[in-house]
């Protein structure tokens, strides 16, 4: 059975990939917004707009359900803690083709999850995650930008964590 099918299947692993969707929406908005809103700020936002809004839920995560909360937690506050670590391992992935100044915001804010829950949550295995954040940038972009994250987490890991 292939991880997306068990993904159809399985409330919980649809419920933790909704929550990484909701994740890079809220980072994108701290990216573009003049305010910073707090991560229980926008948890609480996310919970009010989803709460019992399965077309709210399908229209914001691709799935009707709710995100599993405590991993939409984690990521925000954990990013926000971890950002300057998260910023510089995203600086050593780019070059003169891939510069912040050419990247989308939201690319910015997949990175900046995906990043951050590969070295600083370990709650999921390595291959998941990059599985995991590779998919979630098709639904935003083009085979440029999802080959480009693929390979920016696949270099990250082995370059930290060579023999895992």
């Given at each position: 059975m292939t991880q997306t099918s068990e993904k159809k299947s399985n409330p919980s692993l649809q419920k933790k990939s909704a929550a990484r969707i909701a994740a890079v929406q809220a980072i994108y908005e701290r990216l573009v917004s003049e305010k910073?809103?707090?991560p229980e700020a926008q948890i609480a936002a996310l919970k009010k707009r989803l709460a019992?809004?399965?077309d709210?839920?399908?229209l914001t995560l691709g799935v009707m359900l709710e995100p599993n909360y405590p991993l939409v937690t984690a990521i925000l506050e954990g990013t926000k803690e971890w950002q300057q670590d998260i910023d510089k391992r995203i600086n050593s992935a780019l070059s003169?083709?891939?510069?912040?100044e050419r990247m989308s915001p939201i690319l910015?804010?997949?990175l900046n999850c995906a990043i951050f829950e590969l070295f600083f949550y370990k709650d999921t295995k390595h291959k998941i995650l990059i599985d995991e954040y590779t998919t979630l940038t098709s639904r935003f972009?083009?085979?440029a930008e999802?080959?480009?994250v693929n390979g920016v987490l696949k270099n990250l890991h082995n370059q930290f964590h060579a023999g895992d």
């Open positions: 910073q809103p707090s019992n809004n399965k709210e839920q399908k003169k083709d891939w510069t912040r910015i804010a997949i972009f083009g085979e999802i080959g480009f």
